[in-house]
C-alpha cells in the first residue's frame, strides 16, 4: 500500500514538472524505480532546459558559497600567522633574508649581491634587507630590468622606479629580449619583466656567503655521517 502511495505522489510531482533528483529527494525512492515509474510521463524540452539552467544556478551559488567560506577561512589563518609572525626583530630579518638570499640570490658574481626576480614585493623586501640590516647605503644600489622589445621600456622603468623607491638614475641601461607578446603572456607574472637588484661589495658579499654556508653546513648531508 505503501509502494501504491509512493507511486501516486511520484506521478503527482512528476506532473509538476519536478526532475528524478527532485522527487527522490522527497520520497527516498531509488532511480530505476523512478524510472519504470514514469517512463510514461517524460518532461518536455522546454522544462529539461528549466532545469538545468536552474541547476547551473545552484551549482554557482554553490561555488560563490564556497569561495566566500574559504577566504574567510585564510583570512583567519591570516590574521593569526600575522600576530605570530610580525613584528619581525632583526636577528629574524637577517635571517629570512639568508635564505632568500640562499634560495634566489646569485652566488657566481665576484664582489656583488644581486637578486633578480619578477615580484616586485620580494625585491622590496631584498632592497629594505640591504638598507635596514646590511647597512648599505641606498644610493649604492643598482637595478637593471629585463624586458621585451613589445613592452613600453619607459613605463616599465618607471613602475620598477616607483615601486622599489629607487631613483631612476640608479637603474643601468635595460636589456631587451626581442620578443613579442605571442612569445609572452604579459599578463602573467612577466607582466613587468624580470628585475635585478644588486649592490657592489666584495666584503658584504662574503659575510652573507658565509653565513649561508653556516646554515647549509649545519644540514649537509656529510655532518651526520
Not at 506521478?11 to 531509488?30: A, D, E, H, T, W
Not at 635571517?95 to 658574481?109: D, N, Q, T, V
Not at 628585475?195 to 661589495?201: E, F, I, K, L, Q
Amino acid at each position: 500500500m505503501a509502494r501504491f502511495r509512493d507511486r501516486q505522489k511520484a506521478l503527482i510531482l512528476r506532473k509538476q514538472g519536478m526532475s528524478y533528483s527532485q522527487i527522490r529527494k522527497i520520497l527516498g525512492v531509488s532511480k530505476s524505480t523512478l524510472s519504470y515509474w514514469l517512463r510514461d510521463y517524460p518532461l518536455s524540452k522546454e522544462r529539461i532546459r528549466e532545469l538545468r539552467d536552474c541547476n547551473q544556478k545552484r551549482i554557482e551559488k554553490f561555488r560563490e558559497t564556497m569561495q566566500r567560506k574559504k577566504e574567510r577561512r585564510l583570512k583567519e589563518i591570516y590574521d593569526v600567522q600575522k600576530k605570530l609572525i610580525l613584528p619581525l626583530s632583526t636577528r629574524d630579518y637577517f635571517i629570512a633574508g639568508l635564505f632568500l638570499y640562499w634560495g634566489e640570490g646569485s652566488k657566481s658574481k665576484s664582489c656583488t649581491l644581486s637578486l633578480s626576480n619578477t615580484d616586485p614585493s620580494i625585491l622590496k623586501f631584498f632592497i629594505v634587507w640591504l638598507i635596514n640590516i646590511l647597512k648599505v647605503p641606498k644610493e649604492k644600489i643598482r637595478v637593471q630590468l629585463y624586458l621585451y622589445s613589445d613592452m613600453d621600456i619607459k613605463k616599465e622603468i618607471q613602475f620598477w622606479s616607483n615601486i622599489l623607491d629607487i631613483p631612476k638614475n640608479q637603474f643601468n641601461k635595460p636589456y631587451i629580449k626581442e620578443s613579442t607578446s605571442q612569445n609572452i603572456n604579459h599578463e602573467s607574472k612577466f607582466k613587468h619583466g624580470t628585475c635585478s637588484v644588486r649592490v657592489g661589495n666584495a666584503r658584504l658579499q662574503e659575510k652573507v656567503l658565509m653565513a649561508i654556508k653556516v646554515i647549509s653546513d649545519q644540514y649537509s648531508f656529510t655532518k651526520g655521517m
